[in-house]
């Protein structure tokens, strides 16, 4: 399985931006797809998580700012991430998780400015 993030950028405070991950191949065989995050001098922490079943998650601190969904027929999964905050700037990796087994994609920079 391989997952290509997209959709990173530079935004302003308060500004939104769309990430997408693809999968290669259905994303029904995947249990759950998610994003986390990395910021400069932090550990990777979980923003976002979606079921096969369409159930979703997400970190308690992202005050209902961010919402993931997934696309099928795309093979695609997104996080729009909304009024954004200089804090929520990270490398940002989509994941995927079969049982027991985790997929990695690479990571997307989103830089919020102030």
């Known amino acids: 399985v391989q997952l290509q993030a997209s959709g990173g950028g530079l935004v302003q405070t308060g500004g939104t931006l769309r990430l997408s991950c693809a999968v290669s191949?259905?994303?029904?065989?995947?249990?759950?797809m998610g994003w986390s995050r990395q910021a400069p001098g932090k550990q990777r922490e979980q923003v976002a998580t979606?079921?096969?079943?369409?159930?979703?998650n997400y970190a308690v601190s992202l005050e209902g700012r961010f919402t993931v969904s997934g696309d099928n027929t795309k093979n695609t999964v997104y996080l729009q991430m909304n009024s954004l905050k200089p804090e929520d700037t990270a490398v940002y990796y989509c994941?995927?998780?079969?049982?027991?087994?985790?997929?990695w994609g690479q990571g997307t920079l989103v830089t919020v400015s102030s």
């Open positions: 191949g259905s994303i029904f065989t995947l249990d759950a």
């Open positions: 979606i079921t096969r079943g369409g159930r979703s």
């Open positions: 994941k995927g998780t079969r049982g027991w087994i985790d997929y």
